[in-house]
Nanobody, 119 residues
Framework: QVQLVESGGGLVQAGQSLTLSCAAS????????MAWYRQAPGKQRDLVAR???????NYADSVKGRFSISRDNAKNMVYLQMNDLEPEDTAVYYC?????????????WGQGTQVTVSS
C-alpha cells in the first residue's frame, strides 16, 4: 500500500514562512511528477506547484516568487518552501504524486495539512 504523509503545517502571521514536507512510503517502482495542491473552505482544490522527476518545477501564478517546490528522489520526498505568506494562502495543503507500480501509474494523495495565515 502506498502512502503519502504531509507535515509542517501550522499557524503563522502574514509575512512569515513555512516549509511543508511530504513522504511517500510503500511498495512501488518509481515516483514521477509530485505536486502540492490546496483547498480553502468552500473552494475547489487548486494546483499550487508541481515538479517532475527531473526537477523541473511549475507554479500557480498566485505563488510565483514566494513558494519553491523541491524533491529528494532518494528519500521519496517533496517539499514546499512558502515565504512571505499571505492570509489568502490559508488552506489545507495536499501532497499528490504519480506513482508507478509494476506497469501501472496512479495518482495518490496525502491526507492534507492545515496552513493558517493570520493578518
Amino acid at each position: 500500500q502506498v502512502q503519502l504523509v504531509e507535515s509542517g503545517g501550522g499557524l503563522v502571521q502574514a509575512g512569515q514562512s513555512l516549509t511543508l514536507s511530504c513522504a511517500a512510503s510503500g511498495s512501488f517502482f518509481r515516483i514521477d511528477t509530485m505536486a502540492w495542491y490546496r483547498q480553502a473552505p468552500g473552494k475547489q482544490r487548486d494546483l499550487v506547484a508541481r515538479i517532475t522527476r527531473g526537477g523541473n518545477p511549475n507554479y500557480a501564478d498566485s505563488v510565483k516568487g514566494r513558494f519553491s517546490i523541491s524533491r529528494d528522489n532518494a528519500k521519496n520526498m517533496v517539499y514546499l518552501q512558502m515565504n512571505d505568506l499571505e492570509p489568502e494562502d490559508t488552506a489545507v495543503y495536499y501532497c499528490n504524486a504519480d506513482i508507478l507500480k509494476l506497469t501501472r501509474a496512479s495518482a495518490y494523495w496525502g491526507q492534507g495539512t492545515q496552513v493558517t495565515v493570520s493578518s
